[in-house]
């Protein structure tokens, strides 16, 4: 399981390898290092000397004690801000220190830091045995944050003696707080890929796993032309015999919005808007609801039932919204539906 993993991560932690080339910045830091704000990753303690950070967005806590003693982990620390666990979804706001948590060989105690943009290739057996298309994008949608996916022919030093290699920025702009429901657009934007290196895709699938408790009312894609309203697909095995669309798995890791692109040309760049549902009208005064439209009450049944009727203004008639996808009928009491 983790060795599947952690190829699946090939393409996350081999740009953390030329980032740490080009500037030094290992792919493995001490808690210090990516929060120097938080005086107490510099104290020796459990959440500072026995956890670690693999780039900007895992945090890795491993077991370091026998299991005979425990299988439990104590004293993870988790830094301010929004963390996902990775097996369950949950998500817990830091800075706080999670004890008891269960860590069996099964479940390294890995979260996921919010905002985090994570490029994963397709299930494959060893490097090259299939091609990195389609790309998936697991993330994790807070605030503004970015990836800088890098890319070369993985065979050569072509990369580092004539700088043939291409990198590709990935954005993400949502709420804050969209990770706990937080109303709002997340956008996340591919740019075009910059540079060239032998073996480069010319064209390019998608697939994104949008981490969100709730299912968005449409997703839009553009691409450089006019905006396509991507169609919503009842379940993932709908999803899986389509080439695009989009799904929502609410039972899935607290809510995954699950979207697929057909191929586009890694030479212009591409836009996904996930968009909120409507918010709710205020109801008028004096009003009743059939679910869907509000309307004012204009006269009592004329048989002298008591129920509400309406005259057919805003698409009602006889107590029967004539909008809705299925006629219902006001009852006596404005509030509840037959």
């Given at each position: 399981?983790?060795l ?21 910045l ?7 290092m ?5 005086l ?9 000397a ?13 077991v370091y ?5 425990s ?28 004890d008891s ?14 905002g ?12 090259g ?6 790309l ?22 072509e990369?580092l ?9 990935i954005?993400?702009n949502?709420?804050p707080?969209?990770l706990l ?28 796993a ?26 993932m095995?709908?999803?899986?015999f ?27 760049s ?11 009208l205020?109801r ?13 009450v204009?006269?009592?049944?004329p ?8 005259n ?6 006889n ?20």
């Amino acid at each position: 399981m983790y060795l599947k993993l952690k190829l699946r991560l090939m393409p996350y932690f081999y740009t953390l390898s030329r980032l740490a080339h080009d500037t030094g910045l290992p792919p493995v830091r001490a808690m210090a290092m990516e929060f120097p704000q938080d005086l107490s990753t510099f104290s020796n303690h459990t959440g500072s000397a026995q956890q670690f950070m693999a780039g900007p967005f895992f945090l890795v806590a491993p077991v370091y004690r026998p299991f005979a003693e425990s299988s439990m982990r104590d004293g993870i620390y988790l830094p301010a801000g929004l963390w996902v666990d990775y097996w369950s979804g949950e998500v817990t706001s830091g800075p706080m220190v999670l004890d008891s948590y269960p860590a069996p060989l099964s479940k390294l105690p890995l979260f996921i830091r919010s905002g985090a943009i994570i490029p994963m290739w397709p299930d494959m057996a060893y490097v090259g045995q299939l091609p990195a298309d389609p790309l998936t994008l697991d993330i994790y949608p807070s605030g503004e944050s970015s990836f800088e996916l890098y890319e070369d022919d993985g065979h050569t030093r072509e990369a580092l003696e004539a700088n043939k290699s291409t990198r590709t920025l990935i954005t993400c702009n949502a709420p804050p707080d969209a990770l706990l429901g937080q109303r709002g657009t997340t956008s996340i934007s591919i740019a075009a890929a910059v540079g060239h290196h032998r073996g480069k895709l010319r064209t390019r699938s998608y697939k994104l796993a949008v981490h969100l408790p709730k299912a968005p009312a449409s997703v839009m894609l553009a691409d450089g032309e006019t905006p396509l309203k991507l169609v919503q697909h009842p379940s993932m095995a709908s999803l899986d015999f389509h080439k695009d669309g989009w799904a929502f798995q609410g039972d899935d890791l607290g809510g995954i919005v699950h979207i697929r692109t057909t191929s586009h040309s890694t030479a212009t760049s591409l836009r996904l808007d996930l968009l909120p549902p409507a918010m709710a009208l205020p109801r008028p005064a004096g009003s009743v609801s059939c679910g869907a439209h509000w309307a004012a009450v204009c006269s009592e049944c004329p048989q002298g039932h008591g129920e509400a009727w309406c005259n057919g203004d805003c698409g009602w008639w006889n107590g029967i919204c004539q909008s809705a996808d299925w006629p219902r009928r006001l009852s006596k009491f404005p509030e509840i539906f037959l």
